[in-house]
């Protein structure tokens, strides 16, 4: 099956630096979200970038779908920004059934 | 428009019992999909409902089971619960699970003792 690869595994910031999260997938996709999960558990929605660039505040996406790959860019990094981020691929003829990677653990101190 | 609810949100049950947790999906979202996510696995997909049928399943033993109603709200049912169950229980709902966002509820906390 489709494999989904997150680096790096963890990271950890001062209050106001930039950072880059990467995420690789094996096989083309029909969907990509990234999520942030807070302390509670629950996933929030960041992005849904299946191709190309989104931004969000301090947030930005970049997928390049031919090359099985998405970019998630935090500016200017906050410590409510800690947690951890999920890549989450929809693979082809799957239903819907998200393959998530294994997460990129972010702790920002102030 | 409300988020998905998942109840109840924490729960204790002893091994060999069972236990049903429910989802409620966005209002006119037609699939639901279920996610065990323990420390060991990570986040791992258990079933998706569109439209009351069950579209895709994943390596999850058959003491796992779930339906979906015609309202589209979601259950899940664990029989003889192990120890290994533990874990957060999340679902999500999507328009139609393919080409749209998925979204997460707060999840359900299951612990076996």
């Known amino acids: 099956g489709i494999q989904v690869e997150q680096s790096p595994p963890d990271l950890i910031l001062q209050e106001g630096a930039n950072s880059t999260l990467r995420c690789n997938f094996s096989?083309?996709?029909?969907?990509l979200q990234w999520f942030h999960q807070n302390p509670w558990g629950q996933l929030i929605n960041l992005f849904y970038?299946?191709?190309g660039t989104k931004q969000n505040g301090r947030l930005s996406a970049t997928t390049v779908a031919t090359e099985r790959y998405s970019l998630l860019y935090i500016s200017s990094s906050q410590t409510t920004d800690s947690g951890v981020y999920f890549c989450?691929?929809?693979?082809?003829?799957?239903?819907?059934?998200?393959?998530f990677g294994q997460g990129t653990e972010l702790s920002v101190k102030p | 428009k409300a988020g998905v609810t998942q109840t109840p949100r924490y729960l204790i049950k002893t091994r060999g019992q069972q236990v049903t947790l429910s989802c409620s999906p966005i209002?006119?979202?037609?699939?639901v999909s279920w996610y065990q996510q323990t420390p060991g696995q990570g986040l791992q997909f258990l079933f998706e409902?569109?439209?009351?049928?069950?579209?895709n399943k994943g390596n999850f033993p058959g003491r796992f089971s779930g339906r979906q109603f015609s309202n589209s709200r979601s259950e899940m049912n664990v029989s003889t619960l192990e120890l290994g169950d533990s874990a957060l229980y999340l679902c999500?709902?999507?328009?139609?699970?393919?080409?749209?966002?998925?979204?997460f509820g707060p999840g359900t906390r299951l612990t076996v003792t």
């Open positions: 999500a709902s999507s328009l139609d699970g393919l080409r749209h966002e998925q979204y």
């Open positions: 096989d083309s996709v029909n969907n």
């Open positions: 970038i299946p191709s």
């Open positions: 989450a691929v929809l693979p082809y003829n799957q239903g819907g059934k998200l393959i």
């Open positions: 209002s006119g979202h037609r699939s």
């Open positions: 409902y569109f439209s009351e049928t069950q579209r």
